[in-house]
């Protein structure tokens, strides 16, 4: 099973370009940008970034897959500190919820 999982893995990525994350990051900016759940310059810069992962699999372009590698890290770290943004605002919801229900 492993052996199969590896070769699409494989074909995806590394020579042929990066075509799974390119096209993950470009799905996820584009649906979050409508709607409107996540910062707008995050999701422009997934959108580019998604985009320059996609477009590495033309032969003379393949200098893009470092470029991406690249953005792709500094998408998904601002892409964390806004879940735990949104995940701390919960919390404190919740705790004032239950600070209300006691008085």
């Given at each position: 099973?492993?052996?199969?999982?590896?070769?699409?893995a494989?074909?995806?990525s590394?020579?042929n370009g990066?075509?799974?994350?390119?096209?993950?990051?470009?799905?996820?900016?584009?649906?979050?940008?409508?709607?409107?759940?996540l910062?707008?310059?995050?999701n422009?810069?997934?959108?580019?970034?998604?985009?320059?992962?996609?477009?590495?699999i033309?032969?003379?372009?393949?200098?893009?897959?470092?470029?991406?590698?690249?953005g792709?890290?500094?998408?998904?770290?601002?892409?964390?500190?806004?879940?735990?943004?949104?995940?701390?605002?919960?919390?404190?919801?919740?705790?004032?919820?239950?600070r209300?229900?006691?008085?």
């Amino acid at each position: 099973m492993w052996q199969g999982i590896e070769s699409v893995a494989s074909g995806l990525s590394f020579g042929n370009g990066e075509i799974l994350g390119g096209l993950l990051t470009l799905l996820v900016s584009l649906a979050a940008l409508r709607a409107g759940g996540l910062p707008k310059g995050l999701n422009i810069l997934g959108l580019l970034i998604g985009a320059g992962g996609i477009l590495s699999i033309i032969p003379r372009l393949t200098s893009l897959i470092g470029v991406f590698g690249a953005g792709q890290i500094i998408w998904f770290v601002w892409l964390g500190l806004c879940c735990c943004a949104v995940i701390r605002v919960i919390q404190w919801n919740n705790r004032a919820s239950l600070r209300h229900r006691i008085n």
